[in-house]
């Protein structure tokens, strides 16, 4: 390949970007408006304004991966690398598809095509449904068969979205109308299944390659169970669950169903395992958010993999076999406040200082003054740390974690050092429950931000990423044709670029220095002034003016960062003012509601 469209953004279009630099092939990036300051935008060869405020438009992507030259299309993930029409539709035009053939992503993208096709390849499955559930009363049937919870999940869905899970029959009607909510709005299908919610499994995936000659093989597994709303957060590879019989059964049972189903890219098994056995959960058609701790250990570039399998190379020899080599652990930092349930937060990073030395990775796409929108996913940075050993890997980790410097908006990196700190993780004691069993509210409480942390603070004319500096030239960014060019114009008289900011980190306190609740704030009379805590947009409104309410229930339900928040009433009352409507957007401090006792 000569030229490749990365159609993508963020750290994954930087990875990506990168290893086709490595390999001597040119990159197209694109962009929407918010991204135009972005850093793949400027590493990249070329870049094309797609005119849209989405990623989602195959159409589009088509049209300028045609415009462009580009003979290969690299999806990353989320976003369209698991549409197999857009797959499909790039390979009528001749250009390669940077991913498994569209066959094997439609029978595999679909959670109940996968469970199905891992009965017929022998591979047990977490007992569930192959059927679209589409009554209450299936699930209250399922429950009084399997017991409760039950878990009910987006067929098409995946990354959490479209999961929910119900306690009782009482639940069923709001928790299949969620899953389906979630399911048409983030993967165009509405289509949902049951299955047997497990207490206390651990997740495990196992990492496939598979070429076009129907040699497939294993990289080992990951431990991925450290999760918030069925999201990963921290995951580490091997996993301290994991012993070498179990990891070839599990390694052989991934590689049978993805011979199953003819699988030619890079790939990702997933598991729940449980009281010594393991079980099928679903099939990812597609590089992992986490593929950096298995590049790590098992010492591979699993991007560089995929580009040479969609060019027709055969697998490499010397990859079959391979066992691990030492530890990594990666924290995903996102913009998101652990002390608030996790709420996302979009806003502006005033300092960005990162980490480095001996078995640090980090992949990401920061810069001082860099704007985090709330029209995506709130990772920020992959952190990664690889030791000999797991004690090693921890110990470089809680040092890289310290040096990291994100100021202006909450996120996770207060959470990622309770983690590598706690008992249960150190000893390896982990599961899917591990947030709100191991580490409970309360403590998620105790990483509340100081109330006067600076959160959006203003910063001088920040020069972006592809500024010059000091000196007598600049550089502008400019379109032409919807493509864009960097010019290099030297401007006399021109003032030096201003500096960074010099604020210096802040440390979380308890989370009775942080004031009030989230969005919420004491009113007059006893009642209560709900305030929206984030920008976002609201989703579902759930009360009218002159409803009666109770504390802590739900009023509407904002979307940010691709995350719902519910939010909740301060206090028992009456609705007096109802200030938003479904679909409004609103900014962080808005006025949304009023109740009065």
């Known amino acids: ?60 992507l088509l049209e300028l991966a045609v415009r462009a030259g580009a003979d290969g299309v690299h999806p990353g993930y989320g976003f369209l690398s698991e549409n197999a029409e857009f797959a499909r539709a790039c390979v009528a035009r001749g250009i390669a598809w940077i991913g498994p053939n569209p066959d094997a992503i439609s029978r595999m993208g679909s959670k109940t095509e996968a469970r199905r096709a891992a009965g017929e390849a022998g591979v047990e499955a977490v007992p569930g449904t192959v059927d679209a559930c589409t009554d209450p009363q299936e699930i209250v049937a399922f429950g009084k068969e399997y017991g409760w919870p039950v878990a009910i999940k987006a067929a098409a869905g995946g990354g959490g979205r479209g999961f929910v899970v119900v306690n009782g029959p009482d639940e069923s009607e709001a928790g299949l109308s969620r899953a389906r909510r979630e399911g048409e709005a983030y993967f165009a299908s509405g289509e949902c299944y049951l299955e047997k919610y497990l207490p206390r499994p651990r997740h495990i995936e196992v990492q496939i390659l598979g070429d076009k000659y129907g040699s497939v093989i294993h990289l080992g597994e990951r431990e991925c169970s450290i999760q918030r709303r069925h999201q990963k957060l921290v995951e580490e590879c091997p996993s301290p669950a994991i012993t070498p019989e179990l990891r070839e059964a599990m390694g052989a049972a991934a590689v049978k ?5 003819a699988y030619d890219s890079a790939g990702t098994v997933e598991f729940l395992f449980s009281d010594g056995r393991f079980y099928f959960l679903e099939m990812n058609t597609r590089i992992q958010v986490e593929h950096t701790i298995t590049e790590l250990v098992y010492r591979c570039d699993l991007v560089k993999e995929q580009i040479r399998i969609a060019a027709g190379a055969p697998l490499r020899k010397d990859l079959a076999g391979r066992k691990p080599e030492g530890w990594a652990i990666e924290c995903r930092i996102n913009a998101e406040d652990p002390a608030q349930n996790f709420r996302p937060a979009p806003g502006l990073l005033t300092r960005v200082r990162k980490p480095g030395g001996p078995g640090v990775r980090i992949d990401d796409a920061v810069y001082n003054g860099y704007r985090i929108p709330d029209q995506y996913d709130s990772l920020l940075a992959k952190l990664v740390a690889w030791g000999e050993d797991r004690d090693e890997a921890i110990a470089r980790m809680r040092r890289a974690l310290r040096e990291v410097v994100l100021e202006g908006v909450p996120t996770t990196v207060p959470f990622h050092l309770l983690v590598m700190d706690h008992p249960a993780f150190r000893a390896g004691d982990t599961s899917t429950r591990f947030v709100g069993e191991a580490v409970s509210q309360a403590d998620l409480a105790k990483l509340a931000m100081p109330a006067d942390s600076p959160k959006d603070a203003a910063l001088p004319a920040a020069p972006g990423p592809a500024a010059e500096g000091p000196g007598p030239f600049r550089t502008f960014e400019v379109e032409v044709d919807d493509q864009r060019y960097q010019v290099r114009i030297a401007e006399v008289g021109a003032a030096p670029a201003p500096a960074a900011s010099t604020t210096r980190p802040r440390k979380p306190v308890a989370a009775s220095s942080a004031g009030s609740g989230a969005g919420t704030n004491g009113g007059a009379n006893g009642g209560g002034t709900v305030k929206a805590p984030m920008h976002a947009t609201v989703q579902r409104v759930l009360v009218e003016v002159g409803k009666q309410v109770e504390a802590g229930q739900t009023l509407l339900v904002l979307e940010a960062m691709k995350m719902e928040t519910e939010i909740p009433c301060p206090v028992a009352g009456t609705v007096q003012e109802l200030a938003v409507t479904a679909g409004q957007t609103v900014e962080g401090g808005m006025i949304l509601a009023v109740v009065r006792p």
């Open 257 to 261: 169903l993805a011979k199953a189903v």
């Open 1 to 60: 390949m000569r030229r490749i469209l990365v159609a993508n953004r963020g750290e994954i279009a930087l990875r990506v970007i990168r290893a086709c630099q490595e390999l001597g092939i040119e990159t197209v990036a694109v962009y929407t408006e918010v991204d135009r300051a972005a850093r793949h935008v400027e590493l990249a060869d070329h870049a094309f304004n797609l005119r849209t405020d989405t990623y989602l438009s195959a159409g589009k």
